[in-house]
T-cell receptor, first 116, second 118 residues
Framework: DARVTQTPRHKVTEMGQEVTMRCQPI?????VFWYRQTMMQGLELLAY??????LDDSGMPKDRFSAEMPDATLATLKIQPSEPRDSAVYFC???WGQGLSNYGYTFGSGTRLTVV | KNQVEQSPQSLIILEGKNCTLQ??????????LRWYKQDTGRGPVSLTI?????NTKSNGRYTATLDADTKQSSLHITASQLSDSASYIC?????????????????FGKGTHLIIQP
């Protein structure tokens, strides 16, 4: 089965440290999303790319978060400096084309981030 | 603002019993509605997707219904199994771009946490 691969699966870090999360989308998918999930807020969109170009990052705190897609097989989400309120599960998802009506919208298993 | 509300927030039932999860939405214009299952420690996995013209769709023991007039959907689980314990997330797509909720018009509910007890 094709899958979205995220690394690391778990990350514990101290406040103020830099955190980088990685995502390998499904080969051939040209749209990649980053979501954050907490118990209180559910799934929230942080940013997404199409054909490696950033389309929307309005959900991200710009002063500390950055998302990039250096090539078609890798998307990164970086937090610098990290804060305890960033503790959450971060999901990557990929799809071909627009996310509106596409059946092939696939999530990775997530990175569970704990900032102490 | 487009919203998706799910109920109940959590539910505990005995193995073998049936249950129904609810999803009410205020998303316009509507494109489709999806139900996802999210196991603990995993990403969401799609169960069903329904467009405006579909009012029921099944996937094994899961049956989703959609009433586009009242903007309500339900997910019915028949003969529950321990492996059905998970969160179930309702997601509504809007036509024509951002709906105020997510990428390309996706609005997520906060999910129903279902626990099946032996």
């Amino acid at each position: 089965d094709a899958r979205v691969t995220q690394t690391p699966r778990h990350k514990v870090t101290e406040m103020g440290q830099e955190v980088t999360m990685r995502c390998q989308p499904i080969l051939g998918h040209n749209t990649v999303f980053w979501y954050r999930q907490t118990m209180m807020q559910g799934l929230e969109l942080l940013a997404y790319f199409r054909n490696r170009a950033p389309l929307d990052d309005s959900g991200m705190p710009k002063d500390r978060f950055s998302a990039e897609m250096p090539d078609a097989t890798l998307a990164t989400l970086k937090i610098q400096p990290s804060e305890p309120r960033d503790s959450a599960v971060y999901f990557c998802a990929s799809v071909w084309g627009q996310g509106l009506s596409n059946y092939g919208y696939t999530f990775g298993s997530g990175t569970r981030l704990t900032v102490v | 603002k487009n919203q998706v509300e799910q109920s109940p927030q959590s539910l505990i039932i005995l193995e073998g019993k049936n249950c129904t999860l609810q999803c009410n939405y205020t998303v316009s214009p509507f494109s489709n509605l999806r139900w996802y299952k999210q196991d603990t420690g995993r990403g969401p996995v799609s169960l069903t997707i329904m467009t405006f013209s579909e009012n029921t769709k099944s996937n094994g023991r899961y049956t989703a219904t959609l009433d586009a007039d009242t903007k309500q959907s339900s997910l019915h689980i028949t003969a529950s199994q321990l492996s059905d314990s998970a969160s179930y997330i309702c997601v509504v797509s809007s036509v024509g771009g951002r709906s105020g909720g997510g990428a390309d018009g996706l609005t997520f509910g906060k999910g129903t946490h279902l626990i099946i007890q032996p």
